[in-house]
């Protein structure tokens, strides 16, 4: 763990003296906020039966933020190290595979989450300025933000593979991109052209179908379970990549 830890931190620093990571917070920031204010306008103008947290969660550019964010951060986590050649160093040291590949995956998981964190401001100024004064209903709160990790660690781990596999952050980005837009919008394909009972086992693999669950406040034990079990898959073969490295040199 102490390997874990000191790698992590390293990882760390090295995003908050990176341009991009800042750049990727505004861009994060702006969208979000432009996403809030028109779900306001909206629903003032024309209340509706979905929840300003529902569109919020559900909305378009939430979905650009978590389909475009884990590239992008994720990209030079293996691959700068590949082109640099520090990895060598870093696998002839007192560390093991899987520290190496734990720790550079909760270094973005824990930067990816940050950058949701200026969001749960949201939540307090809908509550300050709504006409409506009953208790605040935690459980969309929970499940929204609780979709938004448990999607972004499974796509902060495909960022993994992409980067793991190549020496090129462009490449490794856009690799992360193209898997996270296949796995979107085949979820959506399968869940929205099937009936009956095999509409009820794509919906297990849609993630627009678990955000609008999670959204509403409802979080079945199954959805934890995939994600977790997906995350594990990917980072059991970004381990093995890394392995493969290793063997090579």
């Given at each position: 763990?102490?390997?874990?830890?000191?790698?992590?931190?390293?990882?760390?620093?090295?995003?908050?003296?990176?341009?991009?990571?800042?750049?990727?917070?505004?861009?994060?920031?702006?969208?979000?906020?432009?996403s809030f204010?028109?779900?306001?306008?909206?629903?003032?103008?024309?209340?509706?039966?979905?929840?300003?947290?529902?569109w919020f969660?559900?909305?378009?550019?939430?979905?650009?933020?978590?389909?475009?964010?884990?590239?992008?951060?994720?990209?030079?986590?293996?691959?700068?190290?590949?082109?640099?050649?520090?990895?060598?160093?870093?696998?002839?040291?007192?560390?093991?595979?899987?520290?190496?590949?734990?720790?550079?995956?909760?270094?973005g998981l824990?930067?990816?989450?940050?950058?949701?964190?200026?969001?749960?401001?949201?939540?307090?100024?809908?509550?300050?300025?709504?006409?409506?004064?009953?208790?605040?209903?935690?459980?969309?709160?929970?499940?929204?933000?609780?979709?938004?990790?448990?999607?972004?660690?499974?796509?902060?781990?495909?960022?993994?593979?992409?980067?793991?596999?190549?020496?090129?952050?462009?490449?490794?980005?856009?690799?992360?991109?193209?898997?996270?837009?296949?796995?979107?919008?085949?979820?959506?394909?399968?869940?929205?052209?099937?009936?009956?009972?095999?509409?009820?086992?794509?919906?297990?693999?849609?993630?627009?179908?678990?955000?609008?669950?999670?959204?509403?406040?409802?979080?079945?034990?199954?959805?934890?379970?995939?994600?977790?079990?997906?995350?594990?898959?990917?980072?059991?073969?970004?381990?093995?990549?890394?392995?493969?490295?290793?063997?090579?040199?």
């Open positions: 763990m102490r390997n874990v830890w000191i790698l992590f931190k390293r990882e760390m620093l090295a995003y908050f003296c990176s341009p991009i990571a800042y750049i990727v917070g505004v861009c994060v920031l702006g969208l979000t906020g432009i204010n028109m779900i306001v306008t909206i629903l003032s103008e024309s209340p509706s039966d979905f929840t300003p947290l529902m969660f559900n909305g378009m550019f939430t979905w650009i933020i978590l389909l475009v964010v884990p590239p992008v951060i994720t990209m030079r986590l293996f691959a700068d190290e590949k082109r640099a050649g520090t990895i060598e160093t870093l696998m002839t040291a007192p560390l093991r595979d899987i520290e190496y590949v734990a720790a550079k995956f909760l270094s824990v930067f990816y989450s940050l950058l949701w964190l200026p969001t749960l401001s949201y939540v307090w100024v809908l509550r300050h300025f709504s006409q409506d004064k009953t208790p605040l209903d935690l459980g969309p709160v929970v499940g929204g933000y609780l979709g938004l990790f448990l999607m972004g660690m499974l796509l902060v781990a495909l960022g993994c593979v992409a980067s793991a596999s190549t020496r090129n952050q462009i490449i490794a980005a856009v690799l992360a991109f193209a898997m996270g837009c296949a796995l979107f919008f085949t979820g959506i394909y399968f869940y929205l052209n099937a009936a009956g009972q095999n509409r009820e086992f794509f919906e297990s693999f849609s993630m627009l179908a678990h955000m609008q669950d999670f959204s509403r406040g409802v979080i079945e034990w199954k959805r934890p379970v995939f994600y977790l079990t997906f995350t594990g898959f990917l980072l059991f073969v970004t381990h093995r990549i890394v392995q493969a490295r290793q063997w090579k040199t």
